[in-house]
């Protein structure tokens, strides 16, 4: 799944230097977490690492409101909340798998997303990994390998990643051992196995799930493995399933609840087919899928289900070249989720999506404007008693002048100080509330547009590079919004602050050496620039090369 050449020889010519673990010692966090980095940075080169804005908000929305059930019920600590990452990585695959890695990173394979017949199950696998976590039984299953160094520990667990999608090429990158002796080692014990499933469950109704997910999620995986698992479902091999554990969660359901999982509604249904599609099917697969729609059994179905054929028939008819037809498909879905806000959101965004993978930037920040005009007006908070100051970018890192408002609970925000000017349909287009996709969709069509028509979106582009500095801002760690912001930048004309972000997308990336490289060639970009405003983005790029410089130097010497 993973791509490790490069980690082949680690294991043949492992740095005897580097001290080994303690016999039967835990891991420390910190030390959990640097190895965690490494493994993201192999993850995040490999070409099926997938940063899809629509279905990454649905995933990391769950993810997102589990971890916030765990800090509530105590189970995710101050400690590992601030030295962990806690980071959701979408893999292109369709194998049925997650996987939880070292230092609070979580992977899960469009496979995955593409099976389950519910939010619910979905967070109910995402829950066991999280447990899997918060319990440190990653640290306490490597500390196993008392005799192994990090690096070897690294390629150890790449490889069994690999392992999951191609058996045969896995066996080669694993040096002096086979596939098999290697995933037996990563497997969790079965006491481990039974406290992530109770500790999940538990998560379950503070997060606002039905426990139920649960186990209709562990019947789905009983009845593939009675199947006699062909590959396919990896997960199965990682976490094998017993009767007694299936017993356990049954036993566990509150007396009286639903055996149907709670939201199995149009949005879980859309984004199950997103997931398929983007577990990239053969076109007859996907031929089939938009057959599918024609015959009297589609016809007889839920209108959940309907709008889960019928997006799944549009993103097939796009795969297939048949733009016209995925118009068709997209009207229908319209039509039937009008009554319902949060799947018509989910269309207009595919609509914007598709525009933008077939190259016509009007038509998809069309889609986005009248997304924005579909979503009520949020009231503003913290007016009252609330203070405002105006700053320069220099202060903030914004890419405009902005106002930091302090409001009467001492919380701070910080707003473009233009943003009030704009003209309404401008800030349709990326809308306070518009969210992650709507965002990134922006950006993405407006670094398609010819270099004719920029000056025509010179406010959009404006506003959507201030949104695009809000969000890192708040999530450093978000590649996809450093990229983002990158391409926007560029068309703003102006290289050096994209040149930056560039950096910064790979230092997200946890990939410190090719952020230095970015970075001086920023440094040289400043010393040419006779623009005075790059002076103070000269200054950010020279305190960012030092720490990336420290921080590459860190990185290779685990190496």
Known sequence: ???????????????????????????????????????????????????DAILYEYVNGIWQELMLAARQRGTLTSELQERFAWQVMLIQDATVNAFALPGGFMGVQTGLVGV???????????????????????????????????????????????????????????VGSSAAVIQSQLN????????????????????????????????????????????????????????????????????????????TGMVAQMMSARARVLSKPEPRVL?????????????????????????????????LGRQAEARTALDQLDRLVQAFPDALREAQLLRADLAVHQ?????????????????????????????????????TGLVNDAVITRGSDKSLSIQDSTNDVLLPEVKAVVADDAGRPALMLAAQALAQLPASEVAAYGDVLHQTSSRLQTLVAQWPKDVGA???????????????????????????????????????????????????NDYYEASIIDTRLREMQSLAKEQAARK
């Open 1 to 51: 799944m993973v791509a490790v050449t490069a980690l082949a020889p680690m294991q043949a010519r492992a740095d005897t230097s580097l001290p080994a673990m303690g016999e039967g010692a835990e891991m420390t966090t910190s030390e959990e977490r640097r190895l965690g980095d490494d493994i993201a940075r192999e993850i995040y080169r490999d070409p099926q690492f997938l940063d």
């Open 116 to 174: 389950v017949g519910s939010r619910d199950e979905l967070a109910s696998v995402l829950a066991h990994e999280m447990s899997h976590i918060t319990q440190r039984h990653i640290a306490r299953m490597l500390a196993r390998q008392s005799r192994m160094t990090p690096v070897m520990i690294a390629g150890m667990i790449l490889g069994a990643l690999a392992a999951s999608k191609n058996p045969a090429a896995a066996q080669a990158l694993m």
């Open 188 to 263: 969790f014990s079965r006491d481990m196995e039974r406290e992530a499933d109770r500790t999940g469950m538990s998560l379950m109704p503070p997060a606002g799930y039905s426990q139920a997910g649960f186990v209709s999620m562990f019947e789905k995986l009983q009845q593939a493995n009675r199947m006699n698992d062909n590959g396919s479902w990896p997960y199965l091999r990682s976490h094998p399933l017993t009767t007694e554990r299936i017993a356990d969660m049954q036993s566990r359901l509150p007396a009286g609840a639903a055996r149907k999982p709670q939201d």
């Open 287 to 319: 031929q089939q899928w938009v057959d599918l729609t024609a015959t009297a059994e589609f016809a007889g179905r839920s209108a959940d289900q309907q709008a889960g054929g019928w997006y799944l028939a549009a993103m097939s008819q796009s795969q």
């Open 359 to 395: 190259r016509q930037p009007q038509e998809a920040l069309a889609a986005l404007a009248a997304l924005a005009k579909m979503q009520p007006a949020k009231a503003q908070p913290g007016k009252a008693g609330s203070t405002s100051v105006t700053v320069s970018n220099a202060m």
């Open 482 to 532: 450093w990229l983002a912001l990158s391409w926007v930048l560029r068309q703003q004309s102006q290289p050096l602050r994209a040149i930056r972000a560039e950096a910064e997308s790979r230092a997200a990336q946890y990939d410190y050496a090719a952020a230095v490289d970015r970075l001086r060639a920023g440094q040289d970009m400043a010393r040419s620039s006779q623009n005075r």
